[in-house]
């Protein structure tokens, strides 16, 4: 299964040294993890775990995504997993990266659009993830990371509910308002996976509101509902759903509470929650706050949740100059 491809020195100092072309956030575009590029540049893992692990559990979670994406890292990963056998970390990094190897194999189709042959290289894949990560708690029990990319597999295996809600109760009990791991469990929640629009939609209020002030956990309530826009295909039936009254008081409260507090603090998670706030706000025609979001996230673009409205991070970097040109423009 896994490629007999492995790194070469240099050839991940040239993927990680960045472009001139626009777009989606990349491990080497994020300020905070300039060291982590470097060592990953540098294909030094004991000093790219050592930056993980001084990242709090949430924004590792993140930063791991972003490795993921790396074409053709795994031969990385995997020497790491060789020469680190009880690093829980290079364990969960490198499922990380198989799981994304598998995504692209399934692709973000929809499931009648899928063919069986691509179910079937997805789910291996996701299989040997689970492996790794099995292994990975087993080593560290308390690495929550890996507890929050194993709420994805439950997702992608399609496990149970109980094993779902065991697999987050752990994660949180290690990493309160962990936002990349919520947003798993709310996709595991929706009607498109394993739950209902009324689990989804209870999920993410009552997450957010037990989230203290300032939490990044307010963009659950973003997310859900551009969810709801995504499953009405948007067009006039989304338009009309993200345009209600009740939707957009929603969507001002949440951002009030969260990112928009004074407790809120700058990061990765913040360019993600506003992110999800820009757009929902987007589709609720109500540009003005959309650039309130637009102007704290600067030139930052993330890849969630904007690709589900565009394939190219340029579709929404026309949007968001275009709404901050009618909106007074700049950036806080």
Not at 52 to 65: I, N, T, V
Request: glycine letters at 8%; a negative charge; one cysteine or more.
């Amino acid at each position: 299964m896994r490629a007999p491809w492995r790194v070469q020195r240099g050839i991940a100092v040239t993927r990680l040294t960045g472009s001139t072309t626009l777009g989606f956030d990349s491990i080497d575009t994020v300020p905070e993890f300039a060291r982590l590029t470097a060592a990953l540049g540098g294909e030094d893992w004991g000093a790219a775990e050592a930056e993980l692990r001084a990242l709090p559990p949430d924004e590792a979670a993140y930063a791991m995504s972003l490795i993921g994406e790396i074409d053709g890292i795994e031969g990385f990963l995997e020497e790491a997993v060789r020469v680190a056998p009880r690093s829980a970390c290079a364990r969960a990094t490198l499922a990380v990266r198989d799981i994304a190897i598998g995504w692209q194999i399934r692709t973000g189709a929809r499931a009648d659009n899928v063919s069986r042959e691509q179910f079937e290289g997805f789910r291996a894949w996701l299989v040997a993830a689970e492996r790794l990560l099995i292994d990975a708690c087993a080593l560290e029990e308390a690495f929550a990371p890996a507890w929050g990319v194993r709420v994805l597999t439950a997702r992608a295996l399609e496990v149970g509910p109980s094993e779902a809600w065991r697999r987050f109760d752990r994660l949180r009990a290690l990493s309160p308002d962990d936002l990349p791991a919520q947003t798993h469990m709310l996709e595991y929640l929706l009607p498109k996976w394993a739950g209902s629009d009324e689990q989804a939609r209870s999920f993410a209020h009552d997450t957010a509101a037990a989230a203290p002030p300032g939490s990044h956990s307010g963009a659950l309530v973003a997310v859900y509902h551009v969810e709801r826009w995504l499953e009405l295909d948007g067009d006039e039936p989304g338009r009309q759903y993200m345009t209600q009254p009740q939707v957009i008081e929603e969507l001002r409260d949440a951002a009030a509470r969260s990112v928009l507090h004074e407790d809120s603090r700058p990061g990765p998670l913040s360019v993600q929650a506003h992110s999800a706030f820009a757009m929902a706000f987007w589709l609720a025609r109500r540009e003005e706050e959309a650039a309130v979001h637009f102007r704290a996230i600067g030139d930052r673009i993330t890849e969630f949740p904007w690709s589900f409205a565009f394939d190219e991070a340029s579709g929404v970097a026309a949007v968001r100059t275009r709404i901050l040109a009618e909106q007074g423009g700049g950036h806080e």
